[in-house]
């Protein structure tokens, strides 16, 4: 018999040290873990949104015509968003979450060798997908209020394997906005600068109003957290329409399948609804900060989002966790570097704040 090859043998040797992306587990395996019914288990992990999406929703994914291809073209879609927003559809695209939209763009700048720009902590899709690329990141660590440091970007900026910049604001997993003046200085140089908003609807200013005005800015936005569609994956990027048409060209063509469309456009519709709510959980955060300042040895972070980022007693990290995973409690733990002695917390139900400060205060008298 003629010698096989090995599977791997022609894969891009960059791919063969790719590190997964560190994904969050669903409710069923954490409830398994606990040893408790999926139904308890406090689920504070992935910052999604404990009201759902809006009601409007589910009668828009029954009159789906499932054997047809979803609209390549995102028509629909694109003319729900631009009358969201307020820029023309030209300037749209509509990805598979907006972590298809960060794929989609790097795909399209990134040769391999080449360098992302990203203000670490922060969220690790940035460098997974520059890793997939065959690209780098080059950190530049946020300060100890976790605040960008421009200074230090745009030199780094200034190499010329350097295509993009990238900024969630609000941070993930600080929680705190970059200043509108931070982001106009990095979009005055040389790179595609990319500024996540997946966060914005909990209180953050906007940049979509300068898109117009910068052809290297993009927006990206999501219905993962305000719009309560984390698991029918829809987001969307704001951009010059001459790079949106260039990614309408370069993605798959039917990357938003009719399901994702269908609750994009009955969202939007109700606004008023998704709004009400984050309103809720902005106050829900008010009243979790407070109570988390008022447990011994906890500091928390202010927060734009729908999380809370908090120190917990100097290498307690792992031990505070793992007490409340214990108790059917789950939250986001770093086991790495600067993050290793926080917690990040999303912001639930009323009750699902109450059962989190009964944990802790049960786990910090142990
Ligand atoms: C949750 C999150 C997203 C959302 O990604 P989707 O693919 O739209 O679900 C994007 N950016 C940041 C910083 C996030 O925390």
């Known amino acids: 018999m003629a010698d096989r090859k090995d599977a791997l043998s022609l894969v891009r040797p960059h791919l063969l040290a790719l590190n997964g992306y560190e994904a969050v587990e669903p409710p069923e395996a954490l409830a398994e873990r606990a040893g408790i ?24 994914l029954t009159n789906l015509r499932t054997h047809l291809y979803p609209d390549p073209a995102q028509v629909a879609a694109r003319r729900a968003v631009s009358a969201y927003i307020g820029l023309p559809p030209e300037h749209i ?23 992302v720009v990203n203000c670490t902590p922060t969220f690790g899709m940035y460098v997974f997908t520059a890793h997939v690329c065959g690209a780098t990141t080059i950190d530049v660590e ?92 829809v987001g969307y990027g704001l951009m010059a329409p001459e790079l949106a048409e260039l990614l309408m060209r370069a993605k798959l063509p039917y990357n938003v399948n009719q399901a994702a469309e269908a ?9 008023a609804t998704l709004n009400t709510r984050a309103r809720q959980i902005v106050a829900e955060r008010g009243r979790m900060f407070d109570a988390l300042a008022g447990l011994p040895g906890l500091d928390p972070l202010p927060s734009d989002t729908n999380f809370i980022l908090c120190q917990v007693p100097d290498g307690r990290g792992k031990a505070v966790y793992e007490s409340l995973a214990a108790q059917g409690v789950f939250v986001r733990y770093y086991a790495r570097g600067k993050l290793a002695d926080y917690l990040r917390i999303s912001i639930g139900t009323e ?16």
């Open 142 to 233: 946020r300060d100890q209020l976790f605040a960008i440091d421009v200074d230090r970007m745009l030199i780094a900026a200034k190499d010329t394997s350097v295509k993009i910049i990238v900024v969630a604001s609000p941070n993930n997993p600080s929680g705190n906005a970059t200043p509108v003046s931070d982001l106009r200085r990095l979009l005055d140089s040389d790179c595609l600068v990319i500024v996540d908003e997946a966060y914005v609807e909990f209180g953050a200013e906007s940049v979509t109003p300068l898109v117009a005005e910068y052809p290297n800015l993009l927006v990206l936005r999501t219905l993962s957290k305000w719009g309560g569609l984390a698991g029918l994956r």
């Open 93 to 115: 695209v509509v990805g598979s979450g907006s972590d298809e939209i960060i794929d989609l763009a790097f795909r399209s700048v990134l040769d391999p060798g080449d360098a």
């Open 37 to 60: 019914p999926a139904s308890q288990v406090v689920k504070l992990d992935a910052n999604e949104n404990p009201y759902g999406p809006s009601p409007k929703v589910a009668a828009a």
């Open 351 to 366: 009750n699902n704040t109450d059962r989190l400060i009964a944990a802790l205060r049960t786990t910090l008298a142990a």
């Open 263 to 271: 609750a994009l456009l009955a969202s939007l519709e109700d606004t």
